[in-house]
């Protein structure tokens, strides 16, 4: 059972996505989700293809917005959408495998486009409780 969660928070034009957990992964994984969550409901998006992502960034901030592009990427080049995120962080490199389904306008009903991550609001440390965090403001 995960103990992390997502949520959106608001920025001008734009929207803000975090997540928070246990670990730093935990707060990508998170991060990630909040990101499908701004085009859908995630509870749509069945996660029956596996698609593997990596990235690299010289620190961890610049490692999240690397990451949420690189999802991006993945869900305009493949259409599709993810509903599930599992993350490895060694260093600068990130390793992950994203679980998703193709675009269906029908079943998921889109709500916006994700153009990308910004440096707006750019974070990623630890809460009071020692908790991670992974945020910053997405362009739609």
Not at 88 to 99: D, V
Request: hydrophobic letters at 45%.
């Amino acid at each position: 059972m995960t103990s992390g969660r997502w949520e959106h928070f608001p920025h001008d034009a734009d929207l803000g996505v975090r997540g928070t957990g246990a670990t730093r992964e935990e707060a990508f994984e998170q991060a990630a989700l909040a990101l499908t969550a701004v085009i859908t409901d995630l509870e749509t998006v069945h996660p029956l293809e596996e698609v593997a992502i990596a990235c690299s960034a010289p620190d961890e901030e610049l490692l999240l917005a690397d990451w949420l592009n690189a999802i991006v990427y993945e869900m305009s080049t493949r259409r599709m959408l993810f509903s599930r995120f599992a993350v490895t962080i060694e260093g600068g490199r990130l390793r992950a495998e994203a679980w998703g389904e193709p675009v269906s306008p029908a079943g998921h009903q889109p709500a916006v486009e994700v153009k990308g991550a910004t440096y707006k609001e750019l974070k990623v440390g630890r809460l009071e409780d020692g908790r991670w965090f992974a945020q910053c403001v997405v362009d739609v």
